[in-house]
């Protein structure tokens, strides 16, 4: 039923817009974020012309998630004092309107993350960005990760990310080969992307960052959602155009993300609405 | 009164000279600094043939600071345990009387850290290197800050600076698109630098390390700061010359870093006395 | 007496074949290693087609070392809270019979981490990486470390080497301008590498997380500490084809790693019996 959907023609617009957004905008983000990628984290927001910040005190996060334009809760390296910093951050952005995204990175493969992720849930995140394991494992049903890795297919979790986001009153970014995009009603996939972009650390991850971006500029969290799906995906394709070996090929990856642009989306754009 | 400057032509050639002393002697730079820019600073001080160390608990610490050259203190992701570690290392490198340097990342946004970053002024930073937002908010005046970006302008903040440094015993730079060096009476500029070392994470930061790697080798700390200024903002010239992505502008920095020398900062050098 | 050894032809034709065992076997390596590293190290377990995992609270990395294929623990940046994990992590790779690295990162420098090492080694480490001091101190001799560097010659670190891997049941492998392994009765040496190692952050490092993956697919640890200094040594040089400076060395290292292969290895290799 094309016509319920929210999304058309000028959605679309919209979308390849809100890389423009970005550059003009310059949100700054909170990231709470993992060890292993907080530097390609801040780097991907500057080479998007967004401003990063790792604001980790618990006292601080909460002065500073209310200042910032946008927050990234990522549990990868998930400890007892990164929860007290999360929860503290989360409830100030809540409390001060501030969109929030949650990286629910390794979920369903050990228990003390996945209890907290589903705590936070009841926060009501923005965005959610996940690979299908992480996403099955979120919504309580049984995935098959194994580590960081998914060994679900984005479709297969495709029922599980409407759950959570009726639930939630969430957006959910599935991604994976192909990325799935939905907010409980309306449906979206995102064909673009390079296979050597599972061959760097934290792509998964910094995409949270640059969702929590989109989402501080965009009118709706769905669109916000698609154009992270999207930004991140043709900017792979860019850079495979660059290297196709994982060391150059991260630093391609920042070069195309400080270059790709409204009408490069338009032309790339593989997204579709189901 | 130019004459009453302690700088002259032998001063430049010391500053010049400075870059050698370092390559020669390799001094062992302990850092204590935020969690997205620990990489990036190794790997600056090694191109300069500096020896990195991070030793992060608070009695390796204590230990530690007194057999290195020089300690960083940045206080960019500061937690209650960085602060312990922070304490227990300044006041091991004080009574071991090795220079260190207070790198104020976003002083002034956040009041744990002004508080802290005030608190460790007490024991006299041998140098400061921080953005103008930064200087005058660690001197107690109100800024613009946002973030780890600066509202202020660094000449607008040189009366901060001087305060700072006439209170305190210390050396201040104020990094921006124009640089100021001032220990209370001096005042250098050093107009040098390239607007993409703005569009990488920690430019600023890992400068702190080159500060600390400087005052280890230098003859007095303001020569150690103009050589800080200028061994940054010239290898950020010669960075562009190679890239104007950021991504792969990342990388020729270090790379520009680790060639470096005197005759190149010598016939490259826009620095100044006022 | 080459026939006492269990090395021959046909173990060198089995360390060279444990590149392409990593390649299709994508062993799940846990890294608890230092704040330096983490991206580094990750990137390099993706080129080798190796899964990264870095879980760091004491409960999840029980849960996790159990399930991974390998673990890595690395002292670098020690804190409390770094050795509550250490200690969970190994106690349960140990109870699943999982192989594990140690990498005591400049021990004998500073006590704390001499003394944690020391206490690790009860739990018989299937391998050790370190520089010739490490491996010196934490034999309980005196060595010559000056944080990360090393002030002793491999060679000179063999008879602690030998004397740690006959005490502890392990194989341990001293990374140097010339590589020594040796498990107690065996000694080989690795004459491969590039001085531009020594320029990049972490390369010492990672080669640990390198350690875990390989002794994760090989049928013995002293093949597996072969191999682990050649994958290396081998592909820093094929990096110094690409790049003398060392920014853009490390990244020519990541796609080195990210290439190099058994026919590669087999024609480079500099390895021998003692």
């Known amino acids: 039923m094309r016509e319920d959907h929210i999304m058309n023609t000028d959605s679309f617009a919209a979308i390849f817009g809100i890389i423009e957004q970005i550059r003009r905008r310059h949100p700054l983000v909170h990231c709470l974020t993992n060890n292993v990628v907080k530097n390609f984290t801040a780097n991907t927001l500057l080479a998007l012309d967004a401003a990063p910040a790792m604001i980790e005190d618990p006292q601080e996060a909460f002065e500073f998630a209310a200042l910032a334009d ?4 990522n549990v990868g390296t998930l400890t007892e ?9 989360v409830s100030s952005a809540v409390a001060a309107g501030k969109p929030w995204v949650l990286d629910p990175v390794a979920v369903g493969v050990v228990e003390k993350r996945t209890l907290f992720a589903r705590e936070l849930l009841e926060k009501k995140p923005t965005l959610i960005r996940g690979n299908a394991s992480e996403v099955i494992a979120l919504s309580g049903r049984s995935g098959k990760g194994r580590g960081v890795d998914s060994g679900d297919t984005a479709a297969s979790a495709l029922n599980a990310a409407k759950l959570l986001a009726q639930s939630y009153e969430s957006t959910v970014l599935i991604t994976g080969e192909v990325d799935y995009i939905t907010d409980g009603k309306q449906v979206a996939t995102c064909r673009n992307g390079h296979r050597l972009m599972t061959r760097v650390t934290g792509v998964g991850c910094v995409q949270g960052a640059l969702a929590a971006a989109c989402a501080a500029v965009a009118l709706d969290p769905f669109s916000a959602a698609v154009a992270t799906a999207l930004i991140m995906a043709v900017s792979g394709e860019l850079a495979a155009e660059q290297s196709k070996l994982p060391g150059s090929y991260q630093i391609a990856l920042l070069d195309a993300l400080s270059t790709v642009d409204l009408p490069t989306l338009s032309k790339m754009a593989k997204i579709e609405l189901l």
Request: cysteine-free.
């Open 81 to 89: 004092s990164f929860m007290t910093t999360a929860r503290s951050a």
């Open 70 to 73: 946008a927050l990234l809760i």
